[in-house]
């Protein structure tokens, strides 16, 4: 390859970096591996003719889709040996993410971890076509199926995650107001206050990786909620503080110990209470919340 193909290569991949790296994470959950995934689909690319591509941006789509098909499916297997429960890794993320309803929706916690219960194939499937609107012909070429099977897959998958994800979706407004009274509540150790916040059926998922503590199973129920809570308090020495912040589109908290970051506090909220609560202590999955992913659809 030739110095002058290689850069015309180089700029299509820097001017869709953004958007294949979202592809990877949506379907992914992990910044590290969607990283790894933007390494091989390059490697790919360079080999490319691109003489022979009439759409570069669907070609390295395709290219990062089945890549992360690939990666995917390895995930599972690993992902079964995870100790305790696994949330996604969090993404502090830029103003425009927030300000674009469908992406940070698509981009939360919680709507990553019904996408979670989809196999590889219909996640695949339903990242490219729900959130990025991919064209059913493309989605085929990328995931090896037919395009009339891709559509039953669409269709199958669309009506699990509609079956899972909340009846409205909250705004930032009304998400950050919960979360400001949960930190109040937080800050006080008021019991009331904090069950006047929780949703009596709040479900509260945290993860450690095995190596800080955690909930090994999720917590249900807003008395459970804050028994967890005020009872771990207690038995902490540290300077616990909260700090506001944007993960994945939506407001959240960062969480500190004596000045040092401990973890992150994403929530879900329905009807101006807070139904989950997403708590990712594990070391190896912040180094993303120290500075902005910019993230994009487009």
């Given at each position: 390859?030739?110095?002058?193909?290689?850069?015309?290569?180089?700029?299509?991949?820097?001017?869709?970096?953004?958007?294949?790296?979202?592809?990877?994470?949506?379907?992914?959950?992990?910044?590290?591996?969607?990283?790894?995934?933007?390494?091989?689909?390059?490697?790919?690319?360079?080999?490319?003719?691109?003489?022979?591509?009439?759409?570069?941006?669907?070609?390295?789509?395709?290219?990062?889709?089945?890549?992360?098909?690939?990666?995917?499916?390895?995930?599972?297997?690993?992902?079964?040996?995870?100790?305790?429960?696994?949330?996604?890794?969090?993404?502090?993320?830029?103003?425009?993410?927030?300000?674009?309803?469908?992406?940070?929706?698509?981009?939360?916690?919680?709507?990553?971890?019904?996408?979670e219960s989809l196999s590889p194939t219909e996640?695949?499937?339903?990242?490219?076509?729900?959130?990025?609107?991919?064209?059913?012909?493309?989605?085929?070429?990328?995931?090896?199926?037919?395009?009339?099977?891709?559509?039953?897959?669409?269709?199958?998958?669309?009506?699990?995650?509609?079956?899972?994800?909340?009846?409205?979706?909250?705004?930032?407004?009304?998400?950050?107001?919960?979360?400001?009274?949960?930190?109040?509540?937080?800050?006080?150790?008021?019991?009331?206050?904090?069950?006047?916040?929780?949703?009596?059926?709040?479900?509260?998922?945290?993860?450690?990786?095995?190596?800080?503590?955690?909930?090994?199973?999720?917590?249900?129920?807003?008395?459970?909620?804050?028994?967890?809570?005020?009872?771990?308090?207690?038995?902490?020495?540290?300077?616990?503080?909260?700090?506001?912040?944007?993960?994945?589109?939506?407001?959240?908290?960062?969480?500190?110990?004596?000045?040092?970051?401990?973890?992150?506090?994403?929530?879900?909220?329905?009807?101006?209470?807070?139904?989950?609560?997403?708590?990712?202590?594990?070391?190896?999955?912040?180094?993303?919340?120290?500075?902005?992913?910019?993230?994009?659809?487009?």
């Amino acid at each position: 390859m030739t110095d002058h193909t290689t850069d015309l290569a180089t700029e299509a991949f820097v001017a869709h970096r953004n958007l294949l790296f979202t592809v990877a994470y949506e379907m992914l959950g992990s910044a590290a591996d969607a990283e790894d995934v933007l390494q091989e689909t390059w490697l790919r690319w360079v080999n490319v003719d691109l003489g022979q591509v009439s759409d570069q941006r669907a070609y390295l789509v395709r290219i990062t889709t089945r890549q992360a098909l690939n990666r995917l499916r390895t995930m599972k297997r690993r992902r079964e040996a995870y100790v305790g429960q696994w949330l996604p890794e969090p993404l502090v993320t830029t103003p425009d993410v927030a300000e674009d309803m469908e992406l940070a929706e698509s981009m939360s916690m919680a709507m990553m971890l019904v996408l979670e219960s989809l196999s590889p194939t219909e996640r695949a499937v339903f990242v490219l076509r729900e959130v990025f609107e991919v064209d059913y012909d493309e989605i085929a070429e990328a995931v090896g199926k037919t395009p009339a099977a891709v559509r039953q897959i669409a269709h199958r998958a669309r009506g699990h995650v509609d079956a899972r994800r909340p009846r409205r979706t909250a705004s930032p407004s009304e998400t950050r107001a919960a979360l400001e009274s949960f930190q109040r509540a937080l800050e006080t150790g008021n019991p009331q206050d904090l069950l006047d916040v929780l949703a009596p059926d709040v479900v509260l998922l945290s993860d450690g990786g095995g190596v800080k503590r955690a909930a090994l199973r999720p917590v249900i129920g807003a008395e459970k909620v804050v028994r967890f809570y005020v009872g771990g308090s207690a038995k902490v020495e540290a300077t616990i503080t909260w700090e506001p912040t944007v993960v994945n589109g939506s407001p959240a908290l960062a969480v500190h110990r004596d000045g040092e970051l401990d973890g992150v506090m994403a929530v879900r909220v329905e009807d101006a209470r807070i139904t989950g609560l997403y708590f990712v202590r594990n070391p190896e999955k912040l180094t993303r919340v120290t500075s902005e992913t910019p993230l994009t659809l487009r």
